[in-house]
């Protein structure tokens, strides 16, 4: 996608880690728009911090992509 760019915010603590994202995008007027994300992932012995970053980035950008509607496909498969 043109014009899309992330701007990743973490914080990790004791056991857990929070991923704060934030999706910078042109809209159909080509006006600059923003969206955020926030996921979160608990660090433990089955799953330490360098799997349970990627999974909670990719939660965020997922949540924040999902509120964007059709300029990323929300509704292909209606």
């Given at each position: 996608f043109?014009?899309?760019h992330?701007?990743?915010?973490?914080?990790?603590?004791d056991n857990d880690c929070?991923?704060?994202v934030r999706v910078h995008y042109e809209?159909?007027?080509g006006k600059l728009m923003f969206?955020?994300?926030?996921?979160s992932c608990?660090?433990?012995?089955l799953q330490p911090a360098e799997m349970a970053f990627?999974?909670?980035k990719s939660v965020?950008?997922?949540?924040a992509a999902r509120s964007m509607g059709r300029i990323f496909g929300r509704d292909l498969n209606r």
């Open positions: 043109k014009g899309v992330f701007e990743i915010r973490h914080l990790i603590k929070s991923v704060s809209d159909r007027d969206q955020d994300g926030i996921a608990q660090i433990n012995k990627p999974k909670a965020a950008i997922i949540n």
